[in-house]
């Protein structure tokens, strides 16, 4: 059975709600990687050198990242081979499949949270400024309230002007309580009190926010620190997750803020936001093969419910909805 009839069966079993944001939220993705990809395939007659070296650049393209594509590119050649694949369009499905086992190998797939029940669950939420944190944290808040989860928010950034007021805006939104000091404040004891706060009304989460200035890194590091250490202190074991929010659109510029954050704090998962704003969707890709950081959560649009939880089989769907849906 070819992959795309498998990949048909798996999605019709998911939620149709997810299955079309994924799909919507790759249409400019969809319109530039497989538009291309597709091309190739129809306009070659044979899998030759030539072939190889035209995929590889639509890959590079789509911000698949380098050394992803050589790994891919390595695999494919195999298992043409192995396979015995003559045709170009056969090659389209190996791509396919290949792509959702990039994702899915195995290595530490899960995008499931670290949240436990009975117990106070703090997520970090990181990232610099612009990127997307504060809708993220109100799409968060949104998910665990429809969940039936009790939420409190932290406004932890002290240092841009109006971030404390435009997380209440997502708490009045979300019906989340907002736990805050003035602008200006040490963030470290707006966690104190944050988490004192979600203590005593028994939440389930504790989701903070935290500055993102890049300007001046060092301070940033260390703000994050502290205030990692003051929850820690207060909490055995949390933070819970340190999510690191990048912006799709940003491309190779997200990779290296992962890097930076990753070297300086134990980043536990990535919401890759504005997914639905980039033609170049391969991003996820390459964070998840050059950082081995899992993409938890994906941006598929403004609205409060765009939020995904990232799932390889709905990004490959996305990708090739149409190629899917004929399957
Ligand atoms: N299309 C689209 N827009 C998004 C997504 N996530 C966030 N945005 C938009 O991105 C813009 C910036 O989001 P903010 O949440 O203000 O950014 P921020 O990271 O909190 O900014 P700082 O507080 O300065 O760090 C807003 O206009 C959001 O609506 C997404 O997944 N898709």
Same mark, same amino acid.
């Given at each position: 059975m070819s992959f795309f009839k498998k990949l048909k069966e798996s999605i019709t079993k998911q939620s149709d709600t997810v299955s079309n944001k994924f799909k919507d939220g790759l249409t400019k993705t969809r319109s530039n990687f497989s538009t291309r990809v597709n091309e190739l395939v129809s306009r070659f007659r044979k899998v030759d050198e030539e072939f190889f070296e035209e995929l590889e650049e639509i890959l590079i393209g789509a911000d698949v990242g380098v050394a992803t594509v050589m790994d891919l590119i390595e695999e494919l050649k195999t298992e043409v081979k192995v396979r015995n +694949?003559? @045709?170009? #369009?056969?090659v389209r499905d190996v791509i396919s499949e290949k792509l959702v086992e990039i994702y899915d190998d195995g290595k530490e797939s899960s995008t499931a949270l670290n949240i436990k029940e009975n117990q106070l669950n703090v997520i970090l939420v990181v990232g610099v400024n612009g990127v997307g944190k504060t809708t993220t944290i109100g799409k968060l808040a949104n998910k665990f309230k429809n969940e039936g989860k009790s939420v409190v928010l932290a406004a932890g950034d002290t240092f841009r002007a109006g971030a404390i007021e435009q997380l209440e805006v997502w708490g009045q939104r979300t019906g989340t309580a907002v736990i805050k000091q003035s602008a200006g404040s040490d963030p470290a004891a707006v966690m104190f009190d944050a988490v004192q706060a979600a203590k005593a009304r028994k939440a389930d989460i504790l989701i903070c926010d935290t500055a993102g200035r890049l300007q001046n890194k060092v301070n940033l590091m260390n703000e994050l620190e502290k205030v990692k250490r003051v929850i820690e202190r207060e909490i055995p074991g949390a933070p819970h997750e340190v999510l690191l929010v990048l912006d799709a659109t940003t491309g190779q510029n997200a990779m290296s803020q992962a890097k930076q954050f990753s070297q300086s704090t134990n980043v536990t998962g990535i919401v890759l936001t504005k997914l639905d704003g980039t033609a170049k969707g391969g991003i996820v890709l390459a964070i998840r093969n050059e950082l081995e950081i899992p993409v938890k959560f994906v941006g #598929?649009?403004?609205? +409060? @419910?765009? #939020?995904q939880e990232f799932n390889a089989q709905q990004y490959v769907y996305g990708l090739f909805a149409d190629l899917v849906e004929e399957a």
């Amino acid at each position: 059975m070819s992959f795309f009839k498998k990949l048909k069966e798996s999605i019709t079993k998911q939620s149709d709600t997810v299955s079309n944001k994924f799909k919507d939220g790759l249409t400019k993705t969809r319109s530039n990687f497989s538009t291309r990809v597709n091309e190739l395939v129809s306009r070659f007659r044979k899998v030759d050198e030539e072939f190889f070296e035209e995929l590889e650049e639509i890959l590079i393209g789509a911000d698949v990242g380098v050394a992803t594509v050589m790994d891919l590119i390595e695999e494919l050649k195999t298992e043409v081979k192995v396979r015995n +694949i003559q @045709d170009p #369009l056969e090659v389209r499905d190996v791509i396919s499949e290949k792509l959702v086992e990039i994702y899915d190998d195995g290595k530490e797939s899960s995008t499931a949270l670290n949240i436990k029940e009975n117990q106070l669950n703090v997520i970090l939420v990181v990232g610099v400024n612009g990127v997307g944190k504060t809708t993220t944290i109100g799409k968060l808040a949104n998910k665990f309230k429809n969940e039936g989860k009790s939420v409190v928010l932290a406004a932890g950034d002290t240092f841009r002007a109006g971030a404390i007021e435009q997380l209440e805006v997502w708490g009045q939104r979300t019906g989340t309580a907002v736990i805050k000091q003035s602008a200006g404040s040490d963030p470290a004891a707006v966690m104190f009190d944050a988490v004192q706060a979600a203590k005593a009304r028994k939440a389930d989460i504790l989701i903070c926010d935290t500055a993102g200035r890049l300007q001046n890194k060092v301070n940033l590091m260390n703000e994050l620190e502290k205030v990692k250490r003051v929850i820690e202190r207060e909490i055995p074991g949390a933070p819970h997750e340190v999510l690191l929010v990048l912006d799709a659109t940003t491309g190779q510029n997200a990779m290296s803020q992962a890097k930076q954050f990753s070297q300086s704090t134990n980043v536990t998962g990535i919401v890759l936001t504005k997914l639905d704003g980039t033609a170049k969707g391969g991003i996820v890709l390459a964070i998840r093969n050059e950082l081995e950081i899992p993409v938890k959560f994906v941006g #598929l649009g403004e609205k +409060i @419910d765009d #939020l995904q939880e990232f799932n390889a089989q709905q990004y490959v769907y996305g990708l090739f909805a149409d190629l899917v849906e004929e399957a």
